[in-house]
């Protein structure tokens, strides 16, 4: 069994900050890349970003959000800066692992609310 349980959500005014974390825990080999998915009411998951050897963040985010993990810790990071009022969204975490040599899956978190407004 694999979990992934994040914190790091809550209320905050537009230009504030915020930092997520989440943490994997279980049967765990090998984590590959790991990230962060959100979505606003009404709207599809899209992708924030993501970390292997390399990030990638959406171009919404670009400049203001930056990924980190701690490997040995099993930990993501998702530091939100200079937040706006459309950053309001569940935001999801997300880990790719081989709880096996040979099984390989993505595992979700539960979501945490992120909300920027005044």
């Known amino acids: 069994q694999v979990q992934l349980v994040e914190s790091g959500g809550g209320l905050v005014q537009p230009g504030g900050s915020l930092r997520l974390s989440c943490s994997a825990s279980g049967s765990i080999r090998r984590i590959h890349d790991m990230g962060w998915y959100r979505q606003a009411p009404g709207k599809q998951r899209e992708l924030v970003a993501t970390?292997?050897?390399?990030?990638k963040y959406a171009d919404s985010v670009k400049g203001r959000f930056t990924i980190s993990r701690d490997n040995a810790k099993n930990l993501v990071y998702l530091q939100m800066n200079t937040l706006k009022p459309e950053d309001t969204a569940v935001y999801y975490c997300?880990?790719?692992?081989?709880?096996?040599?040979?099984?390989?899956?993505?595992?979700w978190g539960q979501g945490t609310q992120v909300t920027v407004s005044s």
């Open positions: 997300y880990a790719d692992i081989n709880t096996t040599s040979v099984v390989r899956r993505l595992y």
């Open positions: 970390i292997s050897s390399t990030t």
